[in-house]
């Protein structure tokens, strides 16, 4: 477990799909407990954390916190039992090739877990695509997180959005924009310390002065397209 990459609450609550509060809840039940959690610590999990929370969220009322932890409790014994069982708690992307038995049989149900395993794995992909396209360097706007060769920081391009500027007219003044980095941006917004989320361009810029907003229309555009 020693070089298993650790993982934050954001990124969990971004793989599973809910909030921070829902994880620690979970965390505070001791429904999810070592080894997928390195000291108790919330802000360092294993990703396997993340589609087992994802079962946990999706039984709730229908199982009880004993039974869920049961459930968790004989897939990490599982896993603890294998070799390679830190392509498991790393939440891996061969794990779709590994042959494991993700199912437990408990009273007279019977539990796939893998659902939550594949849904977490596909946006455990999309975090590592928002960093592999968003870098923060000291040389470059202070440090503020930007797209990768630009000097445009990620929190100015939300605040444009959220202020009502669409897709057009944002790539009317960023040409090399395409909607994969806006949802990059988002997703990169959700899971990253680095980045407080901001809804206008005075957030996003407290040491400047906003002094004109214009937006400008291209042929065959309309300013809020």
């Given amino acids: 477990m020693c070089t298993t990459r650790f993982i934050s609450l954001a990124e969990a609550a971004f793989m599973v799909g809910a909030t921070e509060h829902e994880i620690s809840r979970l965390l505070a039940d001791r429904v999810l407990a070592l080894p997928l959690v390195d000291d108790g610590s919330a802000e360092k999990l294993v990703p396997l954390v993340a589609p087992l929370a994802s079962f946990c969220l999706a039984t709730h009322g229908d199982l009880t916190p004993l039974a ?3 459930v968790i409790r004989t897939l990490t014994e599982r896993v603890k039992a294998r070799q390679d069982f830190e392509l498991f708690l790393g939440l891996h992307e061969q794990l779709g090739s590994t042959d494991f038995n993700w199912t437990v ?3 007279c149900i019977t539990m796939d877990i893998w659902p939550f395993v594949a849904e977490s794995l596909e946006r455990a992909a999309q975090i590592a695509q928002a960093r592999s396209v968003i870098r923060s360097d000291p040389k470059v706007m202070g440090g503020l997180p930007c797209f990768s060769g630009t000097r445009l920081p990620v929190a100015n391009l939300l605040a444009l959005k959220r202020g009502g500027l669409g897709f057009a007219a944002l790539k009317a003044a960023y ?3 395409i909607e994969e980095l806006v949802t ?5 917004e959700s899971v ?3 980045l407080d989320k901001v809804t206008t361009f005075e957030q996003a810029n407290p040491e400047g002065k906003l002094i004109r907003r214009k937006v400008v229309q ?4 309309k300013p809020n397209d």
Avoid: N
């Fill in 68 to 70: 869920q932890a049961r």
């Fill in 105 to 107: 049989a408990w009273s």
């Fill in 175 to 177: 040409p090399f924009l």
């Fill in 184 to 188: 990059a941006a988002e997703v990169y």
């Fill in 192 to 194: 990253s310390a680095e």
């Fill in 218 to 221: 291209t042929k065959g555009t």
